[in-house]
């Protein structure tokens, strides 16, 4: 499978040079400092409240990671004057969005692997439900997704990696400020942001240990959505 | 092996190129020529499935560039203006990657990867970062990348931009040796390096095809053009007695008793201009194709001036 092949380049991109070691190393330290100072900082509390604690905080480090990571996903092809390889090879576009895709994702689940050392020290010095820690991995790794396709559209609608951080930071911050509208608007369109809040709604209960379908099939719909609409942007980019 | 028929670009309101319409032989070297802006590399990119047109049809290999684009991918190698270069990969990884992104099957990869390198001369740079490659071995590079699953169409973009005098010479001879396995498109500016690689030329100015044929059949239907350059030991008068029969004349340069002349003549009467100053108990020194003849073909079709040949 061709998305397979871009997939394994573009993962090797990022283990062979500094800018993805970098990323993971300063946003891993971020994670620590913020689960020292403030879940296990303060009052004594319960474990499940830190390993909580724990997941909330990691989860806001994923976002952050995910636009770093996606940001040279296809904006740099276009930087450096290789998307006409691309372009020119018996390919789908959408090969090409998958693949790369896939290759941001393992990268942030390295990252996300990196944190596991938080829960252990939980593990270590108190009680841990395994559901717990599996359900919050997987909250992270589905937002991790969800977060990093925005930012796989985001990199295919800009010229440089800059760029695309920004434009991927701003989609990503609209999806979360969405439950804030739902506060300031009627029913039904209330509901409607309220259902397409990237955090609010749907993160907390991975967060508590609960698995929701309806979390699960948001996360993997604003997944493909986001992916489709990249896809959508290499298309038309032929015709410019 | 190409059909174009009306091909038209724009770019928002500026037409790129304008109805262009010109066919390619299976095997042919086509040299395509034109000034920074004329609408060769956006050309170049149709054919090479990056772009999409806005009016006409181009057919490759019977298939469509629009409606069958899976197809021409697998049929064409594309270098684009600058090479598309991972420079993070050694060459040897960076053209099994290619390879693999162009269909060839991974027990095939090694070899087809030899036989490119072999072709392109990069064989002692295998193992080597891109990145610590010079502008002639990344241009290299680039034409590897185009030509490692054996396509049937080769499409080089300006393949000697930016190379030094040696470069050039070196990636001229790259491109005569894929004359035969391989139809080659090959654009550029420079005069000299399309006359002496092609078979035949397409002139392209402001976006639509001036001329297009051989270089003699370019000079013929330029009114005659052409010039043949002789240069013989003896007296002066008697060179330009004896030449002038065949066209004008002008005596570039006489040092001592050898005398430099330019001929306007067509450079098929070379044997006959041969025969007649030998004839005539001249010494023959030297005797060419006019070295301007194709400079002088384009600068009148592009700028409506002609230079001396």
């Known amino acids: 499978m061709k998305a397979l092949l871009i997939a394994r380049r573009e993962l090797s991109g990022y283990l062979r040079t500094l800018s993805g070691y970098v990323v993971i190393a300063v946003i891993l330290a971020l994670n620590g400092l913020f689960f020292n100072a403030y879940a296990l900082g303060g009052a004594s509390k319960r474990s499940a409240e830190v390993l909580s604690q724990f997941f909330y905080y990691s989860s806001g480090f994923t976002i952050v990671a995910s636009v770093f990571i996606s940001m040279r996903l296809l904006a740099e092809e276009r930087q450096t004057g290789t998307l006409p390889l691309l372009y020119s090879s018996p390919l789908r576009d959408r090969d090409i969005v998958l693949g790369k895709f896939l290759a941001g994702f393992a990268f942030l689940a390295l990252y996300v692997l990196c944190t596991l050392y938080m829960p252990l020290l939980v593990l270590v010095n108190g009680k841990v439900s395994f559901g717990h820690v599996a359900a919050g991995y997987l909250g992270l790794l589905l937002l991790g997704s969800a977060s990093l396709a925005v930012g796989t559209f985001g990199s295919a609608l800009a010229r440089n990696q800059l760029l695309a951080a920004i434009t991927s930071a701003v989609m990503l911050v609209a999806l979360i400020l969405c439950w804030l509208l739902a506060r300031i608007t009627e029913q039904p369109l209330a509901d409607v942001f309220s259902a397409m809040s990237l955090w609010n709604q749907h993160f907390p209960p991975f967060q508590s240990g609960l698995v929701h379908v309806r979390d699960v099939v948001y996360y993997l719909l604003v997944t493909y959505v986001a992916l489709f609409a990249a896809t959508r942007v290499l298309e038309a980019r032929r015709w410019r | 092996m190409i059909q174009v028929e009306g091909l038209t670009k724009y770019y928002g309101e500026h037409a790129a190129i304008r109805e262009l319409a010109f066919t390619i032989g299976q095997g042919e070297v086509i040299g395509f020529l034109g000034l920074n802006g004329a609408g ?270």
């Open chain 2, 40 to 309: 060769k590399s956006t050309t170049l990119k149709i054919l090479g499935c990056v772009l999409l047109p806005t009016a006409g049809r181009v057919v490759i290999d019977g298939h469509d560039v629009v409606s069958n684009a899976h197809e021409v991918r697998q049929r064409i190698g594309y270098l684009p203006d600058v090479p598309p270069l991972y420079d993070e990969m050694t060459v040897g990884e960076y053209l099994a990657y290619v390879a693999q992104l162009r269909g060839v099957a991974a027990r095939d990869t090694a070899s087809r990867v030899g036989e490119a390198e072999e072709k392109t001369g990069l064989r002692e740079v295998d193992g080597e970062l891109i990145s610590t490659l010079s502008h002639g071995y990344r241009q290299r590079v680039g034409v590897a990348q185009a030509l490692v699953h054996r396509p049937a169409l080769l499409i080089l973009d300006e393949p000697t931009s930016g190379l030094d005098p040696r470069q050039i010479v070196e990636m001229r001879d790259v491109i005569r040796g894929l004359k035969g396995a391989h139809t080659v498109l090959v654009s550029s500016h420079i005069l000299p390096e399309i006359s002496q690689t092609c078979d035949r030329l397409l002139i392209i100015h402001k976006g639509a095809l001036v001329a297009q044929g051989t270089e003699e059949e370019l000079a013929r239907k330029m009114g005659g053009g052409g010039s043949i350059e002789v240069e013989v030991r003896g007296d002066r008068a008697r060179a330009v007695e004896v030449l002038t029969p065949f066209g004008a004349v002008e005596v570039e340069r006489a040092v001592d008793d050898v005398v430099s002349l330019t001929l306007r003549a067509s450079p098929d009467e070379r044997p006959r201009v041969a025969k007649a100053v030998v004839g005539a108990g001249l010494e023959l020194l030297r005797l060419d194709q006019g070295a301007g003849q194709l400079e002088s073909i384009f600068l009148r079709l592009t700028h409506g001036q002609e230079v001396r040949a």
